[in-house]
């Protein structure tokens, strides 16, 4: 049995055991990748401050986002394709993070529906929606995932049109995938997925075939999202959602001050302040830099979560310290879902977790509700001057 002390060893197993497709899929950002790379990358540029003889006994990292207690302020981001890095992937997940007691999020596009997740979990989870021109569809999906009893609704905003990803076109991505020579060659090698994935009914998008009309194959994410997504989505129609909706609303995708301004005033309960992970408007700053500015103009009236980026606790407490109530992680749980499946989330979380608690005592701090800018050690330049 590897010993893991990192995201990072997880992602090399993932790697490993992955089918190439579905591991370049979580591994790419859009176009140059600039703004996938620099999500990290400008975490590093934040240094940490070193504080001694403080009582360091009785820690927790328990917290509270949108009002839900959670055991750190950490949640699993919504993430599509889920069940094809493994089979069941999101059922994995989701009991992952309700035994850790952290928040998972189901994407409009995951393998397993939000009924099945929902027959295999006990407590509330989120759900993503992806806001689709067919409105009787986004009408249905909004009412099963309250019926499955999901306590928030993520709505993502930055993707309304997909932006390109190159590995993913030269990788004919497809879920399932389809068998080519050069797929079948891969598979050879990664046959514990393969073996998991012939047990499993789930093979294809849960939440949309049999449930959108004339949809019985969509295998090409592709071609459907440019069909299918909504270009037409704007916040008059962030409101109509938000009243269809009733319950706890989380608005994802905002990375402008006047973007947040709005979403605060049309009464999100958050927002996440991200980039989809680098994923969509390359040349996009990160979230981390974008963060500061959000926090001084919207930071006393909207709770505002951050991810895009994160891959440890010291990026967490990052966050939290310049002023994030909670963050998001995509990849960081993805890598340990593909390395080990459900007990690789647990390990990602647990990684997580140990490095937010060890790092908050070494700054000085017992309660992650206690972290403060005065933390971390930020340079001058930091947020940048953009005209
Ligand atoms: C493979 C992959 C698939 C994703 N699918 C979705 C999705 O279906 N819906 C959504 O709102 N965001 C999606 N995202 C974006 C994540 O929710 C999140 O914003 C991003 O992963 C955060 O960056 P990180 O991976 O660096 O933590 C996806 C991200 C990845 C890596």
């Known amino acids: 049995m590897p010993v893991i002390t990192s995201i990072a060893d997880l992602k090399r197993l993932h790697k490993r055991r992955t089918p190439k497709m579905f591991y370049d899929y979580c591994e790419s950002g ?7 790379r620099e999500n990290t990358s400008d975490f590093d540029q934040i240094r940490l401050r070193q504080r001694i003889a403080v009582d360091m006994s009785d820690r927790t990292t328990a917290s509270q986002m949108i009002g839900q207690d959670v055991a750190m302020p950490v949640a699993l981001a919504p993430v599509g394709l889920t069940g094809m890095q493994r089979a069941d992937g ?8 309700e035994k850790f007691g952290v928040p998972f999020t189901l994407s409009t596009m995951s393998i397993c529906s939000i009924e099945d997740v929902a027959e295999h979990t006990t407590k509330p989870f989120w759900f993503q929606l992806y806001v689709m021109r067919d409105e009787d569809y986004v009408d249905a999906i909004i ?56 047990q499993t009914k789930r093979k294809t998008f849960g939440n949309i075939v049999g449930h959108a009309k004339g949809v019985e194959n969509m295998n090409s994410l592709h071609t ?50 991200s980039n989809h992970g680098g994923r969509q408007l390359d040349g996009a700053l990160s979230s981390i830099k974008m963060l500061p500015g959000i926090m001084r103009a919207v930071g006393d009236k909207v709770e505002v979560h951050l991810d895009s980026g994160i891959r440890s ?19 960081a749980y993805i890598h340990g879902l593909g390395a080990m499946g459900e007990k690789g989330v647990t390990t990602a979380l ?20 206690d972290l403060s800018p005065d933390v971390l050690l930020v340079p001058d330049d930091f947020e940048g001057k953009w005209a």
């Not at 859009?30 to 996938?36: L, P, Y």
């Not at 076109?169 to 598979?187: M, S, Y």
């Not at 009243?243 to 905002?254: S, T």
């Open 30 to 36: 859009s176009w140059t990748e600039q703004t996938f």
């Open 90 to 97: 999101e059922i994995k997940a989701a009991r992952a993070a």
């Open 143 to 198: 009412e099963r995932a309250k019926v499955a009893g999901c306590s928030a609704l993520v709505l993502t905003l930055d993707l309304q049109i997909l932006g390109q990803r190159h590995k993913d076109l030269k990788n004919g991505l497809t879920a399932p995938p389809k068998l080519t020579p050069p797929v079948i060659l891969d598979l050879a090698t990664k046959w514990r997925w393969g073996i998991e994935m012939l």
């Open 224 to 273: 459907w999202t440019a069909e299918q997504f909504d270009p037409r989505l704007d916040w008059e129609k962030v409101r109509i959602l938000k009243k269809k909706w009733g319950r706890k609303l989380i608005l994802k995708g905002i990375l402008d001050v006047e973007d947040a301004k709005m979403a605060a005033e049309v009464g999100a309960d958050a927002i996440i302040v």
């Open 313 to 331: 606790g010291q990026d967490v407490l990052k966050a939290l310290a310049l002023g994030a109530k909670g963050v998001m992680i995509g990849r």
């Open 350 to 369: 647990a990684v997580i977790q140990k490095e937010l608690d060890i790092t908050m005592a070494l700054c000085g701090k017992r309660d992650v509700k």
